[in-house]
Protein backbone atom coordinates (compact mmCIF):
# COMPACT_ATOMS: atom_id res chain seq x y z
CA UNK A 1 0.00 0.00 0.00
CA UNK A 2 1.07 3.63 -0.69
CA UNK A 3 2.04 5.97 1.84
CA UNK A 4 0.73 9.16 1.42
CA UNK A 5 -0.71 9.50 5.21
CA UNK A 6 3.10 9.65 6.46
CA UNK A 7 3.91 12.74 4.93
CA UNK A 8 0.70 14.97 6.58
CA UNK A 9 1.06 16.68 8.98
CA UNK A 10 -1.34 19.40 8.40
CA UNK A 11 -4.13 20.35 5.83
CA UNK A 12 -1.64 21.81 3.51
CA UNK A 13 0.49 18.74 2.96
CA UNK A 14 -2.69 16.95 1.35
CA UNK A 15 -2.65 19.79 -1.41
CA UNK A 16 0.77 18.23 -2.57
CA UNK A 17 -0.70 14.97 -3.84
CA UNK A 18 -1.38 13.80 -7.09
CA UNK A 19 -5.46 14.15 -7.43
CA UNK A 20 -4.99 10.00 -8.95
CA UNK A 21 -3.53 9.66 -6.09
CA UNK A 22 -5.85 10.16 -3.10
CA UNK A 23 -7.57 7.12 -3.84
CA UNK A 24 -5.01 5.55 -2.28
CA UNK A 25 -5.07 8.15 0.60
CA UNK A 26 -8.66 7.69 1.34
CA UNK A 27 -7.73 3.64 1.60
CA UNK A 28 -4.60 4.70 3.98
CA UNK A 29 -7.01 7.20 6.40
CA UNK A 30 -9.76 4.23 6.23
CA UNK A 31 -7.58 1.41 7.53
CA UNK A 32 -6.23 3.46 9.99
CA UNK A 33 -9.68 4.69 11.24
CA UNK A 34 -10.70 1.03 11.25
CA UNK A 35 -7.13 -0.11 13.31
CA UNK A 36 -7.79 2.08 16.15
CA UNK A 37 -11.45 1.85 16.27
CA UNK A 38 -11.00 -1.94 16.01
CA UNK A 39 -9.40 -1.81 19.64
CA UNK A 40 -12.62 -0.85 21.34
CA UNK A 41 -13.56 2.66 21.30
CA UNK A 42 -14.92 5.12 18.64
CA UNK A 43 -17.58 5.64 16.12
CA UNK A 44 -16.67 3.79 13.05
CA UNK A 45 -19.45 4.02 10.39
CA UNK A 46 -19.71 7.04 10.28
CA UNK A 47 -16.36 8.30 9.29
CA UNK A 48 -15.60 5.44 7.22
CA UNK A 49 -18.61 6.87 4.85
CA UNK A 50 -17.45 10.49 4.93
CA UNK A 51 -13.07 9.86 4.33
CA UNK A 52 -13.68 11.41 0.53
CA UNK A 53 -15.51 14.51 1.84
CA UNK A 54 -13.45 15.15 4.74
CA UNK A 55 -10.40 14.78 2.29
CA UNK A 56 -11.95 16.76 -0.38
CA UNK A 57 -13.16 19.38 1.54
CA UNK A 58 -9.40 20.13 3.12
CA UNK A 59 -7.86 19.39 -0.60
CA UNK A 60 -10.06 22.31 -2.28
CA UNK A 61 -10.47 24.73 0.44
CA UNK A 62 -7.89 26.99 2.65
CA UNK A 63 -8.12 25.32 6.07
CA UNK A 64 -6.26 27.94 7.77
CA UNK A 65 -8.64 30.82 6.33
CA UNK A 66 -12.00 29.25 5.92
CA UNK A 67 -14.48 27.25 8.19
CA UNK A 68 -15.76 23.64 8.88
CA UNK A 69 -18.51 22.54 11.25
CA UNK A 70 -18.82 18.86 11.45
CA UNK A 71 -22.30 17.81 12.58
CA UNK A 72 -22.67 15.27 15.25
CA UNK A 73 -18.86 14.98 15.20
CA UNK A 74 -18.41 11.62 14.96
CA UNK A 75 -18.23 11.75 11.50
CA UNK A 76 -15.10 13.71 11.52
CA UNK A 77 -12.49 11.04 12.38
CA UNK A 78 -10.69 11.56 9.18
CA UNK A 79 -10.96 15.51 9.48
CA UNK A 80 -9.05 15.00 13.15
CA UNK A 81 -6.46 12.84 11.07
CA UNK A 82 -5.71 15.20 8.24
CA UNK A 83 -5.11 18.10 10.57
CA UNK A 84 -2.19 17.42 12.75
CA UNK A 85 -3.83 14.46 15.30
CA UNK A 86 -2.51 11.50 13.08
CA UNK A 87 -0.18 10.46 15.47
CA UNK A 88 -2.14 11.17 18.08
CA UNK A 89 -5.14 9.19 16.89
CA UNK A 90 -4.47 6.27 18.55
CA UNK A 91 -5.30 8.19 22.11
CA UNK A 92 -8.85 8.68 20.72
CA UNK A 93 -11.66 8.67 23.58
CA UNK A 94 -8.63 7.17 25.68
CA UNK A 95 -8.25 9.70 29.31
CA UNK A 96 -5.80 12.34 28.22
CA UNK A 97 -6.10 11.47 24.47
CA UNK A 98 -8.21 13.33 21.79
CA UNK A 99 -11.52 13.57 21.59
CA UNK A 100 -14.05 11.50 19.69
CA UNK A 101 -15.65 14.80 18.56
CA UNK A 102 -14.47 18.10 17.12
CA UNK A 103 -13.23 20.83 20.24
CA UNK A 104 -12.10 23.84 20.07
CA UNK A 105 -9.37 23.45 22.44
CA UNK A 106 -7.62 20.88 21.30
CA UNK A 107 -7.37 22.03 17.65
CA UNK A 108 -7.22 25.11 15.63
CA UNK A 109 -8.44 23.40 12.46
CA UNK A 110 -11.78 22.44 15.01
CA UNK A 111 -14.07 25.93 14.62
CA UNK A 112 -16.52 24.81 16.32
CA UNK A 113 -17.24 21.89 19.17
CA UNK A 114 -19.75 19.55 18.31
CA UNK A 115 -21.42 16.30 20.32
CA UNK A 116 -24.98 16.96 19.85
CA UNK A 117 -26.44 17.23 16.85
CA UNK A 118 -28.10 19.68 14.36
CA UNK A 119 -25.90 22.76 15.23
CA UNK A 120 -24.20 23.17 12.06
CA UNK A 121 -26.00 25.23 10.20
CA UNK A 122 -26.87 28.23 12.74
CA UNK A 123 -23.17 27.95 13.78
CA UNK A 124 -21.44 28.12 10.43
CA UNK A 125 -24.06 31.19 9.71
CA UNK A 126 -23.17 33.08 12.50
CA UNK A 127 -18.91 32.84 11.33
CA UNK A 128 -19.94 33.41 7.95
CA UNK A 129 -22.11 36.57 9.61
CA UNK A 130 -19.39 37.68 11.57
CA UNK A 131 -16.83 37.20 9.35
CA UNK A 132 -19.18 39.71 6.66
CA UNK A 133 -19.24 42.33 9.55
CA UNK A 134 -14.92 42.12 9.34
CA UNK A 135 -15.42 42.00 5.81
CA UNK A 136 -13.94 38.49 5.04
CA UNK A 137 -15.44 36.44 2.17
CA UNK A 138 -13.99 33.35 3.24
CA UNK A 139 -15.65 29.75 2.99
CA UNK A 140 -17.95 28.54 5.16
CA UNK A 141 -18.80 24.53 5.19
CA UNK A 142 -21.60 22.73 7.28
CA UNK A 143 -21.12 18.75 7.32
CA UNK A 144 -24.31 17.75 7.78
CA UNK A 145 -25.37 13.99 8.20
CA UNK A 146 -26.01 10.86 10.06
CA UNK A 147 -29.78 12.23 10.80
CA UNK A 148 -28.61 15.53 11.72
CA UNK A 149 -31.13 17.13 9.45
CA UNK A 150 -33.65 15.38 11.29
CA UNK A 151 -33.49 17.92 13.88
CA UNK A 152 -35.54 21.14 14.08
CA UNK A 153 -32.56 23.52 14.78
CA UNK A 154 -31.40 22.53 11.44
CA UNK A 155 -34.31 24.08 9.81
CA UNK A 156 -34.55 27.11 12.07
CA UNK A 157 -30.79 27.81 10.17
CA UNK A 158 -31.76 26.59 6.59
CA UNK A 159 -34.73 29.09 7.43
CA UNK A 160 -32.49 31.98 8.36
CA UNK A 161 -29.73 31.25 5.90
CA UNK A 162 -32.06 31.65 3.06
CA UNK A 163 -32.38 35.59 3.51
CA UNK A 164 -28.51 35.84 4.74
CA UNK A 165 -26.22 37.35 2.36
CA UNK A 166 -23.54 35.30 3.00
CA UNK A 167 -21.10 32.34 1.73
CA UNK A 168 -22.46 29.09 3.37
CA UNK A 169 -21.83 25.50 2.04
CA UNK A 170 -24.58 23.09 3.72
CA UNK A 171 -23.33 19.87 2.64
CA UNK A 172 -25.25 16.96 3.17
CA UNK A 173 -23.69 13.90 4.03
CA UNK A 174 -26.80 11.21 3.09
CA UNK A 175 -26.20 8.01 4.30
CA UNK A 176 -30.05 7.29 5.07
CA UNK A 177 -28.74 6.52 9.04
CA UNK A 178 -28.33 8.07 11.95
CA UNK A 179 -27.11 5.14 14.45
CA UNK A 180 -30.42 3.08 13.24
CA UNK A 181 -32.29 3.78 9.62
CA UNK A 182 -33.42 7.42 9.51
CA UNK A 183 -37.08 8.00 10.26
CA UNK A 184 -39.76 10.92 8.90
CA UNK A 185 -40.66 12.77 5.88
CA UNK A 186 -37.78 14.49 5.08
CA UNK A 187 -35.20 11.39 4.24
CA UNK A 188 -38.19 10.26 1.82
CA UNK A 189 -37.67 13.47 0.40
CA UNK A 190 -33.74 13.14 -0.22
CA UNK A 191 -34.22 9.65 -1.60
CA UNK A 192 -36.67 10.95 -4.31
CA UNK A 193 -35.63 14.81 -4.36
CA UNK A 194 -36.09 16.46 -7.61
CA UNK A 195 -33.03 18.62 -8.62
CA UNK A 196 -35.12 21.47 -9.91
CA UNK A 197 -38.17 21.67 -7.51
CA UNK A 198 -37.56 20.29 -3.88
CA UNK A 199 -37.88 21.36 -0.15
CA UNK A 200 -34.46 23.55 -0.09
CA UNK A 201 -34.90 25.52 -3.43
CA UNK A 202 -38.25 26.31 -2.16
CA UNK A 203 -36.65 28.14 0.65
CA UNK A 204 -35.03 29.85 -1.71
CA UNK A 205 -31.92 28.09 -1.50
CA UNK A 206 -29.34 26.79 -4.25
CA UNK A 207 -29.20 23.25 -4.61
CA UNK A 208 -26.77 20.71 -6.12
CA UNK A 209 -27.08 16.84 -6.06
CA UNK A 210 -27.40 14.26 -5.89
CA UNK A 211 -23.44 13.73 -6.18
CA UNK A 212 -21.68 10.36 -5.09
CA UNK A 213 -19.45 11.50 -1.77
CA UNK A 214 -17.93 8.39 -1.50
CA UNK A 215 -15.83 9.22 -5.09
CA UNK A 216 -12.95 11.64 -4.08
CA UNK A 217 -13.12 12.45 -8.18
CA UNK A 218 -16.78 13.62 -8.19
CA UNK A 219 -16.44 15.78 -4.65
CA UNK A 220 -13.47 17.37 -5.53
CA UNK A 221 -15.39 17.99 -9.34
CA UNK A 222 -18.37 19.69 -6.92
CA UNK A 223 -16.15 21.26 -4.49
CA UNK A 224 -14.20 23.13 -7.32
CA UNK A 225 -17.50 25.13 -9.14
CA UNK A 226 -17.20 28.34 -8.72
CA UNK A 227 -20.80 28.95 -8.28
CA UNK A 228 -20.40 27.72 -4.82
CA UNK A 229 -17.81 30.44 -3.92
CA UNK A 230 -20.71 33.16 -3.75
CA UNK A 231 -23.92 33.08 -1.69
CA UNK A 232 -26.01 30.15 -0.36
CA UNK A 233 -26.01 26.46 -1.54
CA UNK A 234 -26.85 23.15 -0.33
CA UNK A 235 -24.52 20.31 -2.19
CA UNK A 236 -25.92 16.90 -1.43
CA UNK A 237 -24.13 13.95 -1.43
CA UNK A 238 -25.19 10.13 -1.00
CA UNK A 239 -22.60 7.93 0.90
CA UNK A 240 -22.69 4.34 2.54
CA UNK A 241 -22.27 4.51 6.23
CA UNK A 242 -19.04 1.83 6.87
CA UNK A 243 -18.06 2.29 3.15
CA UNK A 244 -14.38 0.81 2.43
CA UNK A 245 -14.45 -2.10 5.36
CA UNK A 246 -16.13 -5.18 3.71
CA UNK A 247 -17.63 -5.94 7.33
CA UNK A 248 -19.21 -2.40 7.82
CA UNK A 249 -20.38 -1.73 4.31
CA UNK A 250 -22.22 -4.93 4.11
CA UNK A 251 -23.24 -6.06 7.54
CA UNK A 252 -25.14 -4.26 10.05
CA UNK A 253 -24.57 -0.33 10.23
CA UNK A 254 -26.32 0.02 13.21
CA UNK A 255 -23.88 -2.35 15.24
CA UNK A 256 -20.93 -1.16 12.68
CA UNK A 257 -22.30 2.59 14.43
CA UNK A 258 -19.64 2.06 17.12
CA UNK A 259 -19.18 -1.81 17.22
CA UNK A 260 -16.63 -1.99 20.18
CA UNK A 261 -14.04 -4.38 20.18
CA UNK A 262 -13.52 -6.38 16.90
CA UNK A 263 -11.56 -8.24 15.26
CA UNK A 264 -10.23 -6.82 12.18
CA UNK A 265 -9.82 -9.47 9.66
CA UNK A 266 -12.32 -11.51 10.17
CA UNK A 267 -15.05 -8.55 11.60
CA UNK A 268 -15.88 -10.55 14.78
CA UNK A 269 -16.11 -9.02 17.93
CA UNK A 270 -14.54 -9.97 21.38
CA UNK A 271 -16.62 -13.13 22.97
CA UNK A 272 -19.68 -11.98 24.88
CA UNK A 273 -19.95 -12.24 28.50
CA UNK A 274 -22.93 -14.50 30.36
CA UNK A 275 -25.34 -11.06 30.02
CA UNK A 276 -25.35 -10.92 34.01
CA UNK A 277 -25.71 -8.59 35.45
CA UNK A 278 -27.91 -7.22 32.99
CA UNK A 279 -27.34 -3.66 31.64
CA UNK A 280 -29.88 -1.34 32.75
CA UNK A 281 -30.77 -0.55 29.21
CA UNK A 282 -31.75 -4.23 28.68
CA UNK A 283 -34.04 -4.01 31.79
CA UNK A 284 -35.64 -0.89 31.06
CA UNK A 285 -36.61 -2.34 27.43
CA UNK A 286 -37.38 -5.68 28.82
CA UNK A 287 -39.69 -4.28 31.62
CA UNK A 288 -41.43 -1.66 29.12
CA UNK A 289 -42.16 -4.40 26.87
CA UNK A 290 -43.95 -6.36 29.73
CA UNK A 291 -45.98 -3.46 30.52
CA UNK A 292 -46.62 -2.63 27.23
CA UNK A 293 -48.03 -5.95 26.95
CA UNK A 294 -50.75 -5.48 30.33
CA UNK A 295 -51.77 -2.17 29.54
CA UNK A 296 -53.29 -0.82 25.71
CA UNK A 297 -52.49 2.79 26.96
CA UNK A 298 -48.74 2.47 27.14
CA UNK A 299 -46.52 3.95 24.75
CA UNK A 300 -42.87 4.73 24.02
CA UNK A 301 -41.29 7.73 22.46
CA UNK A 302 -37.45 7.95 21.56
CA UNK A 303 -35.70 10.55 20.06
CA UNK A 304 -33.55 8.21 17.58
CA UNK A 305 -32.25 6.23 20.83
CA UNK A 306 -34.10 2.90 19.70
CA UNK A 307 -30.99 0.90 19.85
CA UNK A 308 -29.00 2.93 22.76
CA UNK A 309 -31.94 2.27 25.11
CA UNK A 310 -32.99 -1.22 23.80
CA UNK A 311 -36.41 -0.20 22.17
CA UNK A 312 -35.67 -2.35 19.31
CA UNK A 313 -37.73 -5.12 20.34
CA UNK A 314 -40.57 -3.12 21.60
CA UNK A 315 -40.42 -1.22 18.22
CA UNK A 316 -40.89 -4.87 16.72
CA UNK A 317 -43.83 -6.04 18.69
CA UNK A 318 -45.72 -2.64 19.37
CA UNK A 319 -44.52 -0.58 15.95
CA UNK A 320 -48.60 0.81 16.46
CA UNK A 321 -47.32 2.64 19.87
CA UNK A 322 -43.74 2.89 19.74
CA UNK A 323 -42.43 6.20 18.55
CA UNK A 324 -39.00 7.00 16.55
CA UNK A 325 -39.19 10.59 16.13
CA UNK A 326 -35.74 10.95 14.82
CA UNK A 327 -33.07 13.51 16.44
CA UNK A 328 -35.83 15.98 17.67
CA UNK A 329 -35.76 15.67 21.49
CA UNK A 330 -37.73 19.29 21.88
CA UNK A 331 -40.28 17.60 19.42
CA UNK A 332 -39.95 14.07 21.78
CA UNK A 333 -41.11 15.83 24.76
CA UNK A 334 -43.75 17.90 23.76
CA UNK A 335 -45.44 15.10 21.48
CA UNK A 336 -45.14 13.09 24.42
CA UNK A 337 -47.21 15.76 26.48
CA UNK A 338 -49.95 15.99 23.54
CA UNK A 339 -50.41 12.26 24.19
CA UNK A 340 -50.76 12.50 27.88
CA UNK A 341 -53.62 15.25 27.01
CA UNK A 342 -55.33 12.54 25.30
CA UNK A 343 -55.00 9.93 28.38
CA UNK A 344 -52.51 7.71 26.40
CA UNK A 345 -49.35 6.90 29.23
CA UNK A 346 -46.45 8.07 27.22
CA UNK A 347 -42.97 7.07 28.30
CA UNK A 348 -40.15 9.27 26.48
CA UNK A 349 -36.90 7.53 26.95
CA UNK A 350 -33.64 10.02 26.52
CA UNK A 351 -30.73 10.40 26.99
CA UNK A 352 -29.53 12.72 30.11
CA UNK A 353 -27.59 15.05 28.01
CA UNK A 354 -30.34 15.26 25.21
CA UNK A 355 -32.86 16.02 27.27
CA UNK A 356 -31.63 19.09 28.00
CA UNK A 357 -32.21 20.16 24.78
CA UNK A 358 -36.24 19.90 24.83
CA UNK A 359 -35.50 21.34 28.74
CA UNK A 360 -38.25 24.51 27.78
CA UNK A 361 -40.90 21.25 26.59
CA UNK A 362 -40.56 19.76 29.91
CA UNK A 363 -41.23 23.02 31.88
CA UNK A 364 -43.98 24.65 29.32
CA UNK A 365 -45.42 21.88 27.75
CA UNK A 366 -45.15 18.86 30.64
CA UNK A 367 -45.07 20.48 33.88
CA UNK A 368 -46.77 23.92 34.31
CA UNK A 369 -49.90 21.70 32.66
CA UNK A 370 -48.47 18.61 35.22
CA UNK A 371 -49.69 16.10 32.31
CA UNK A 372 -48.53 12.58 33.53
CA UNK A 373 -45.40 12.24 30.88
CA UNK A 374 -42.79 9.73 32.57
CA UNK A 375 -39.17 10.28 31.18
CA UNK A 376 -36.52 7.38 31.72
CA UNK A 377 -33.31 9.38 31.69
CA UNK A 378 -30.66 7.14 30.72
CA UNK A 379 -26.75 7.39 31.00
CA UNK A 380 -27.32 9.32 33.86
CA UNK A 381 -24.02 10.45 35.55
CA UNK A 382 -20.76 10.13 33.15
CA UNK A 383 -21.11 7.94 30.41
CA UNK A 384 -17.59 7.58 30.05
CA UNK A 385 -15.12 8.55 26.61
CA UNK A 386 -17.83 10.76 25.08
CA UNK A 387 -17.24 12.66 27.32
CA UNK A 388 -18.10 16.31 28.50
CA UNK A 389 -20.81 16.68 25.42
CA UNK A 390 -22.47 13.25 26.32
CA UNK A 391 -21.70 12.89 30.79
CA UNK A 392 -25.32 13.14 32.42
CA UNK A 393 -24.20 15.59 34.83
CA UNK A 394 -26.92 17.75 34.81
CA UNK A 395 -30.38 16.32 35.03
CA UNK A 396 -31.24 15.94 38.68
CA UNK A 397 -30.26 19.56 39.44
CA UNK A 398 -32.42 21.06 35.94
CA UNK A 399 -35.22 18.76 36.80
CA UNK A 400 -34.96 20.03 40.40
CA UNK A 401 -36.00 23.46 39.61
CA UNK A 402 -39.14 22.34 37.81
CA UNK A 403 -42.50 22.61 40.06
CA UNK A 404 -45.32 19.33 39.85
CA UNK A 405 -41.75 17.22 38.78
CA UNK A 406 -41.56 14.23 40.71
CA UNK A 407 -37.85 12.68 40.39
CA UNK A 408 -36.55 9.08 41.21
CA UNK A 409 -33.18 7.78 41.41
CA UNK A 410 -32.93 3.88 41.62
CA UNK A 411 -29.87 2.77 43.05
CA UNK A 412 -29.91 -0.86 41.15
CA UNK A 413 -31.55 -2.43 38.52
CA UNK A 414 -34.37 -4.03 40.55
CA UNK A 415 -35.32 -1.03 42.09
CA UNK A 416 -35.93 0.61 38.33
CA UNK A 417 -37.81 -2.39 36.91
CA UNK A 418 -40.49 -1.59 39.87
CA UNK A 419 -40.86 1.81 39.40
CA UNK A 420 -41.31 1.21 35.88
CA UNK A 421 -44.12 -1.17 36.51
CA UNK A 422 -45.44 1.15 38.10
CA UNK A 423 -45.20 4.64 36.85
CA UNK A 424 -48.98 5.12 36.83
CA UNK A 425 -48.75 5.27 40.90
CA UNK A 426 -45.76 7.37 40.73
CA UNK A 427 -47.71 10.88 40.64
CA UNK A 428 -50.29 12.45 38.94
CA UNK A 429 -48.25 14.05 36.77
CA UNK A 430 -45.08 14.36 35.18
CA UNK A 431 -41.96 11.30 36.28
CA UNK A 432 -38.83 11.45 35.92
CA UNK A 433 -36.33 8.17 36.64
CA UNK A 434 -32.94 8.25 36.28
CA UNK A 435 -30.25 5.64 35.45
CA UNK A 436 -26.41 4.99 34.42
CA UNK A 437 -25.37 3.47 31.65
CA UNK A 438 -24.24 0.08 31.88
CA UNK A 439 -24.67 -3.01 33.87
CA UNK A 440 -26.31 -3.77 37.13
CA UNK A 441 -25.24 -4.93 40.05
CA UNK A 442 -26.72 -8.50 39.76
CA UNK A 443 -29.61 -8.57 42.57
CA UNK A 444 -31.76 -11.43 42.36
CA UNK A 445 -35.12 -10.54 44.20
CA UNK A 446 -37.01 -7.43 43.49
CA UNK A 447 -38.64 -5.51 46.28
CA UNK A 448 -42.41 -4.33 45.55
CA UNK A 449 -41.83 -2.17 48.89
CA UNK A 450 -39.50 -0.07 47.19
CA UNK A 451 -42.16 2.07 45.39
CA UNK A 452 -43.92 2.92 48.53
CA UNK A 453 -40.70 4.47 49.91
CA UNK A 454 -38.66 7.44 49.52
CA UNK A 455 -35.40 5.87 50.99
CA UNK A 456 -33.82 2.37 52.24
CA UNK A 457 -31.98 3.00 55.69
CA UNK A 458 -29.20 0.06 56.48
CA UNK A 459 -27.76 0.70 59.67
CA UNK A 460 -25.48 -1.94 61.70
CA UNK A 461 -24.18 -0.40 64.51
CA UNK A 462 -25.18 2.75 66.80
CA UNK A 463 -23.41 5.04 64.88
CA UNK A 464 -23.56 8.46 64.89
CA UNK A 465 -22.08 8.55 61.30
CA UNK A 466 -24.19 8.51 58.08
CA UNK A 467 -23.82 8.39 54.42
CA UNK A 468 -27.07 9.27 52.43
CA UNK A 469 -26.45 8.70 48.87
CA UNK A 470 -28.54 9.35 45.75
CA UNK A 471 -29.00 7.00 42.76
CA UNK A 472 -26.78 4.04 41.93
CA UNK A 473 -23.47 5.44 43.03
CA UNK A 474 -24.97 4.27 46.42
CA UNK A 475 -23.35 0.65 45.21
CA UNK A 476 -20.20 1.66 45.81
CA UNK A 477 -21.08 2.51 49.87
CA UNK A 478 -21.80 -0.13 52.50
CA UNK A 479 -22.89 0.32 55.60
CA UNK A 480 -20.32 -0.61 58.47
CA UNK A 481 -19.32 -0.38 62.01
CA UNK A 482 -18.08 3.27 61.21
CA UNK A 483 -21.31 4.71 59.16
CA UNK A 484 -24.85 4.04 58.48
CA UNK A 485 -26.05 4.29 54.84
CA UNK A 486 -29.52 5.63 53.64
CA UNK A 487 -30.28 5.29 50.07
CA UNK A 488 -32.53 8.18 48.75
CA UNK A 489 -34.56 6.91 45.99
CA UNK A 490 -37.48 9.48 45.93
CA UNK A 491 -34.91 12.34 45.17
CA UNK A 492 -38.32 15.37 44.59
CA UNK A 493 -40.14 16.29 46.05
CA UNK A 494 -38.00 15.00 49.58
CA UNK A 495 -39.73 14.12 52.35
CA UNK A 496 -38.01 15.98 54.49
CA UNK A 497 -40.02 15.20 57.64
CA UNK A 498 -38.94 11.52 57.51
CA UNK A 499 -35.64 12.58 56.41
CA UNK A 500 -35.34 14.88 59.81
CA UNK A 501 -36.56 12.29 62.11
CA UNK A 502 -33.57 9.94 60.94
CA UNK A 503 -31.13 12.49 60.79
CA UNK A 504 -31.57 13.85 64.17
CA UNK A 505 -29.92 10.57 65.37
CA UNK A 506 -26.76 11.73 63.93
CA UNK A 507 -23.85 13.78 64.24
CA UNK A 508 -22.12 13.81 60.99
CA UNK A 509 -23.77 13.24 57.26
CA UNK A 510 -22.00 12.55 54.05
CA UNK A 511 -24.18 12.94 50.96
CA UNK A 512 -22.81 11.82 48.59
CA UNK A 513 -24.55 12.73 44.73
CA UNK A 514 -24.27 10.89 41.00
CA UNK A 515 -24.80 14.38 39.50
CA UNK A 516 -23.09 18.03 40.25
CA UNK A 517 -23.36 20.00 43.52
CA UNK A 518 -24.34 23.33 41.87
CA UNK A 519 -28.49 22.82 42.36
CA UNK A 520 -28.34 19.62 43.16
CA UNK A 521 -30.43 17.44 45.30
CA UNK A 522 -27.44 17.62 48.25
CA UNK A 523 -27.73 20.98 48.65
CA UNK A 524 -31.63 20.94 48.75
CA UNK A 525 -30.82 18.87 51.57
CA UNK A 526 -28.38 21.05 53.13
CA UNK A 527 -30.99 23.96 53.58
CA UNK A 528 -33.12 22.03 54.84
CA UNK A 529 -31.44 20.87 57.36
CA UNK A 530 -30.62 24.13 58.11
CA UNK A 531 -33.78 25.60 58.81
CA UNK A 532 -34.64 22.97 61.28
CA UNK A 533 -31.10 24.23 63.10
CA UNK A 534 -30.36 20.70 63.37
CA UNK A 535 -26.80 20.37 64.83
CA UNK A 536 -25.42 17.76 62.43
CA UNK A 537 -21.77 18.11 60.47
CA UNK A 538 -22.49 17.95 56.65
CA UNK A 539 -20.46 17.23 53.74
CA UNK A 540 -20.84 17.07 50.06
CA UNK A 541 -19.49 14.69 47.65
CA UNK A 542 -20.50 15.28 44.33
CA UNK A 543 -19.52 16.73 40.73
CA UNK A 544 -17.71 19.89 40.45
CA UNK A 545 -18.73 22.94 38.75
CA UNK A 546 -17.03 22.24 35.73
CA UNK A 547 -16.86 19.93 32.51
CA UNK A 548 -15.73 16.64 32.71
CA UNK A 549 -13.82 15.34 29.70
CA UNK A 550 -13.36 11.96 28.19
CA UNK A 551 -12.34 8.67 29.39
CA UNK A 552 -12.95 5.30 30.65
CA UNK A 553 -16.18 5.75 33.35
CA UNK A 554 -14.19 4.15 36.23
CA UNK A 555 -10.82 6.26 35.40
CA UNK A 556 -13.39 9.09 35.44
CA UNK A 557 -14.97 8.63 38.39
CA UNK A 558 -11.64 7.99 40.45
CA UNK A 559 -9.75 10.99 39.06
CA UNK A 560 -13.04 12.89 40.28
CA UNK A 561 -12.19 10.87 43.94
CA UNK A 562 -15.41 9.01 43.78
CA UNK A 563 -14.90 5.53 43.18
CA UNK A 564 -14.92 3.30 45.54
CA UNK A 565 -11.49 3.40 46.98
CA UNK A 566 -11.60 6.87 47.00
CA UNK A 567 -14.72 7.08 48.62
CA UNK A 568 -13.62 4.54 51.39
CA UNK A 569 -10.47 7.10 51.91
CA UNK A 570 -12.56 10.19 52.10
CA UNK A 571 -15.22 8.73 54.35
CA UNK A 572 -12.74 7.67 56.71
CA UNK A 573 -11.06 10.97 56.56
CA UNK A 574 -14.55 12.87 57.33
CA UNK A 575 -15.55 10.26 60.49
CA UNK A 576 -12.22 10.58 62.01
Same mark, same amino acid.
Given at each position: MSNHLSHIRCPKDIKKISVNDLPDLCKEIRSKIVEVTSQGSGHLGASLGAVELAVGIHYFFDSAR????????????????????????? +??????????????? /????? #????????TSVSAVLGMAMAKKLKGDHSNNVAIIGDGSLTGGMAFEGLNHLATADVNVIVLINDNDMSIDPNVGGL??????????????? #???LNYHGVFDGNDIGEVLGVLSKNELKRGAHVV??????????????????????????? /??? +??????????????????????????????????VITPAMASGSSLKEIEKEYSDRFFDVGIAEQHAVTFSAGLAAQNKKPVCVIYSTFLQRGYDQVIHDVALQNLPVTFLVDRAGLVGRDGATHHGMFDLAYLNLVPNMTIYAPQNEDQLAVLIRNTGQLSEGPVAIRYPRGKG??????????????????????????????????????????? #????????????????????????????????????? @???? @???? @????????????????DAFVEHGGQDELYAKLGMDKASLEDRLKEFFA
Amino acid at each position: MSNHLSHIRCPKDIKKISVNDLPDLCKEIRSKIVEVTSQGSGHLGASLGAVELAVGIHYFFDSARDSFVWDVGHQAYAHKILTGRKDLFS +SLRNMGGISGFPSRK /ESKYD #DFGTGHSSTSVSAVLGMAMAKKLKGDHSNNVAIIGDGSLTGGMAFEGLNHLATADVNVIVLINDNDMSIDPNVGGLQRHLNSIDPENNFFT #DLGLNYHGVFDGNDIGEVLGVLSKNELKRGAHVVHFRTKKGFGYRYSEDGNPTHWHAPGKF /EIE +SGEGEAGSTGFPKKYQTIVGQTLLNLMKEDQDVVVITPAMASGSSLKEIEKEYSDRFFDVGIAEQHAVTFSAGLAAQNKKPVCVIYSTFLQRGYDQVIHDVALQNLPVTFLVDRAGLVGRDGATHHGMFDLAYLNLVPNMTIYAPQNEDQLAVLIRNTGQLSEGPVAIRYPRGKGILRQEIDETYIHQDFVLKSVSSTKNLVLTIGAIGNQIQASSDF #DVLSLIKVKPLDLAGLRSVLARYKKLVIIEDGVEQGG @IAQT @IVVG @IAKCDMQLSTEIIAFPDAFVEHGGQDELYAKLGMDKASLEDRLKEFFA
